[in-house]
């Protein structure tokens, strides 16, 4: 029954931390990821990671991003689809070099430093999509441009890693003809189910004599399209962003929204917000501090500058540049599997794995609070041109 006071401790704690934060002038979900840190081993050693905690957190993450696909603007997807690109685009190249010329610069070998390159580019927007929704921001024309190249990354980021591993010579054989037409099932496989056959089934479904039908219905499509996603080797987060989007084109759109919500943000997700922060350990961190600074610096500010600039670069003025470089920065839980296959691969030394997985912490915790910082500067600018 450990899980269960596992559970008591999360809800309590993100609960208390959320609204510290809130009082303090900052995103709730600041104080949520604390709490992890608060509550894993890094400080009171409460709670450590399991199957439980693990499963959990999948499936908050899942629900996230599902909810924000439910909620995204479609039109306005469309628009910025170029913008999309360009940002996430920019915030691979400059990342990914980041990434090279730190692990360079301390002496890593060539193989361990573009597999660093390549944990650098990475990008989940899964905390970020949270501060939009507390902001009222996750439709605006910034809000979808984030969304919509967290997915391009997605894809661009798993081919380039997929890609290296096999010319890397760690045993993988990886045909890139394959890769890419996976993909291509993914996208063409979720278009067609999303705009032709979930319409056309969920009506009678509805109608079936049983307690919340529409409810279980749009779960089935969110795990579902999720496990496609994982299967065509792209993030189950893109799936159920997908899934989100396909529902959010339905008449049921409203009663979906309204009633997963409270069963997402009651238990699932304060269990994805705790789980960050119990992945960070300070052991053997000691003789690494001058990396680790290094590391996270340029993790940053690479992000920051190249996603920006590709906002920039696409018609944006730089208040809504700067926040949509900021909404990219968090690497969050696509860079620790990341880093973690590269353990496994060999890519990545052991004795750095720490570092690196404290590394993406810090960029998810940092995220949060620019995030408002440029929104807010962003919505004060508008409303001064607007009365001007």
Known sequence: MQFVLYIALILLFTKITGDLSVRIGQP???????????????????????????????????????????????????????????????????????????????????????????????TSVSISVQVLKEMDRLSSREGTTILG????????????????????????DVSLGVLIGKKFIFFAGVIFIGWLVIPRILKPLSKLQVTEPVVSMALVVCFAFSYFAELMGIAGIIGAFAAGIALSQTEFK?????????????????VF???????????????QMGFLAALTIAAILTKFIGAGLGARLTGFNTSSSLAIGSGMISRGEVALIMASTGLQA???????????????????????????????????????????
């Open 149 to 172: 190249a967290a997915v391009v990354d997605d894809v661009l980021v798993v081919i380039l890693l997929a890609v290296m591993m096999s010319f890397l010579g760690t045993g993988t």
């Open 254 to 270: 409203h009663t979906v929204e309204t009633k997963i919500e409270p069963i997402a943000y009651s238990i699932f997700v304060p």
């Open 28 to 122: 709730a979900v600041l104080g949520k990821l604390i709490a992890g840190i608060v509550l894993g081993p890094a400080v009171l050693g409460w709670i450590h990671t399991d199957e439980f905690i693990h499963f959990f957190s999948e499936i908050g993450v899942l629900l996230l991003m599902f909810i924000a696909g439910l909620e995204t603007d479609l039109d306005q997807l469309r628009k910025n689809w170029r913008s999309a690109i360009a940002v996430a685009v920019g915030g691979i190249i400059l990342p990914f070099f980041g990434g090279y010329a730190v692990a360079e610069a301390f002496g890593f070998a060539q193989n361990y430093a573009l597999f660093m390159g390549v944990v650098f580019s990475a």
């Open 273 to 287: 917000f705790v789980s960050i922060g119990l992945n960070v350990t300070f052991k053997g961190v000691g003789t």
């Open 346 to 388: 060999g890519l990545l030394l052991p004795e750095y794995f720490t570092s690196v997985v404290i590394m993406v912490i810090i960029t998810t915790l940092v995220a949060p609070p620019l995030l408002k910082i440029f929104f807010s500067k962003n919505t004060n600018g508008m409303l001064e041109t607007k009365k001007g």
